[in-house]
C-alpha cells in the first residue's frame, strides 16, 4: 500500500518520498522528538510528522488562556490536536521552571521540533542531542523575525518560502537544514501564503526530520546576503505599522492592505472611527482629490486616493460594525 502510494505523487527531482519506506518508518519510530508549537499553522507539521510515524513523546505548547465573550480557558489549536490524539502535553508558564526542565529532561528526546512557539532559552534548545531544528516562513536568511509572512507581501516580494534550520544563540541564524520556495500571486494575501506554507512547511520538516534519523543531511551555514540582495527583516507587527499612509504610490498601499489581511488589518479612518480594510484593487489614474481623502457614489463603490491613483475598497469593516463587502455597507452607511 506504501509503495502504491508513492507512484501516485508527483515529486520534484532530488526530493525523498513524502510516505516512508518500511526501513525509515523503523528509524522514525525509534527517533524520540519532543514537539513545541501553539498556533493552527503548527498543527499542519505536527499531524504530518504523527501520520507518517514519528515518535512523538511530548507536546509543548502555550498554557490555556481565558478568552471569548465569557472569557473562558481556550486551549491552542496544537493542544487540541494533541488530545485529540493522545499525545502527552506540557504547557509551561515559564520555560526555565525547574520542574518544567525536569519534566522534559525526563523525557528523553532525541530531537526538538519548533513551529510558531515562543523563544527558548540555551538549555531547552540545547538539551537533545541531536539539537532542535525550527521551520520559518521564509527562505533564510531573508526575512529573520516574528512576522515573515506579512513582511515578504508587505513588501510586494513575488516568492517566498519555508526553511528547516537548526536552532542557536541569535534568532533564525542557525545552519540551514532544507528549503522549498513558492510564487506569491499578485492578489495573495497574507492568509492566503499562511495555509499555502503550513501545508508545504510540513512537508519540509518532515523530510528534514528523515534526513537527520538517516544522517543524510548537510548543515549549510546561512550566507550573509540573499541572491546578492541586502537583507529585509520582519519584526513584529505593531498597531502604527498598521495604519495606512495614503500619501505613498498606490502599489505600496495595496500591499500593506494585502500583508496585513485578515489579521492584524490595515485600517484608515472614516468619520473619525477606524475603518478596518480586508480587500482592495488598484486603480492606476491621477486622482482629482488630495492623498488620503475618499470618493463615493454612496451605492457601489468607496475610493481612497493615493499619492499616484486610488485604492477601490472591496471589504472592510468599521468600528462598531461587523465585516461585510462595500455594497452591502454603502447601503446602510451615511456619510457625515
Not at 502535553?89 to 532525541?110: C, G, M, R, V
Not at 482592495?280 to 454612496?298: F, L, M, N, Y
Amino acid at each position: 500500500m506504501i509503495e502504491q502510494r508513492k507512484k501516485d505523487i508527483n515529486l520534484p527531482a532530488n526530493t525523498a518520498p513524502l510516505f516512508p519506506t518500511k526501513k525509515e518508518i523503523k528509524k522514525l519510530e525509534e527517533l524520540r522528538i519532543v514537539f513545541m508549537g501553539t498556533p493552527e499553522f503548527a498543527v499542519a507539521s505536527l499531524q504530518k510528522l504523527v501520520e507518517n510515524g514519528c515518535n512523538i513523546v511530548g507536546v509543548i505548547t502555550a498554557p490555556d488562556k481565558p478568552g471569548g465573550r465569557g472569557m473562558e480557558l481556550q486551549q491552542s489549536a496544537v493542544k487540541k490536536y494533541a488530545l485529540e490524539h493522545g499525545l502527552n502535553i506540557l504547557q509551561p508558564e515559564k520555560l526555565k521552571n525547574p520542574d518544567f526542565l525536569k519534566e522534559l529532561t525526563s523525557l528523553n528526546a532525541d530531537l526538538q521540533i519548533v513551529v510558531a512557539f515562543r523563544m527558548l532559552p540555551e538549555l531547552v534548545w540545547n538539551m537533545p542531542p541531536m539539537g532542535t531544528i525550527n521551520l520559518h516562513g521564509s527562505l533564510l536568511p531573508q526575512y529573520r523575525g516574528a512576522a515573515p509572512i506579512n513582511w515578504a507581501v508587505i513588501n510586494g516580494e513575488k516568492e517566498t518560502g519555508v526553511t528547516t534550520f537548526k536552532l542557536q544563540h541569535e534568532i533564525d541564524t542557525g545552519d540551514i537544514l532544507l528549503q522549498e520556495s513558492f510564487a506569491i500571486g499578485e492578489k495573495d494575501n497574507a492568509g492566503m501564503v499562511h495555509d499555502r506554507m503550513k501545508e508545504t512547511g510540513a512537508e519540509v520538516l518532515l523530510r528534514t526530520v528523515k534526513g537527520l534519523a538517516e544522517n543524510s543531511l548537510k548543515e549549510v551555514p546561512q550566507p550573509s546576503t540573499f541572491h546578492h540582495q541586502p537583507l529585509k527583516h520582519a519584526p513584529k507587527i505593531f498597531t502604527e505599522t498598521c495604519l495606512i499612509d495614503f500619501s505613498k504610490p498606490t502599489k505600496e498601499v495595496y500591499d500593506l492592505i494585502r500583508g496585513l489581511s485578515p489579521f492584524p488589518t490595515a485600517f484608515t479612518q472614516l468619520d473619525n472611527k477606524k475603518l478596518k480594510i480586508f480587500s482592495a484593487e488598484k486603480i492606476d489614474q491621477q486622482p482629482s482629490i488630495k492623498a488620503g481623502e475618499h470618493a463615493t457614489d454612496g451605492k457601489t463603490f468607496l475610493h481612497f486616493a493615493c499619492d499616484d491613483g486610488y485604492i477601490s475598497i472591496k471589504e472592510l469593516q468599521l468600528e462598531g460594525k461587523k465585516k461585510m463587502l462595500v455594497k452591502d455597507f454603502l447601503r446602510g452607511y451615511r456619510f457625515q
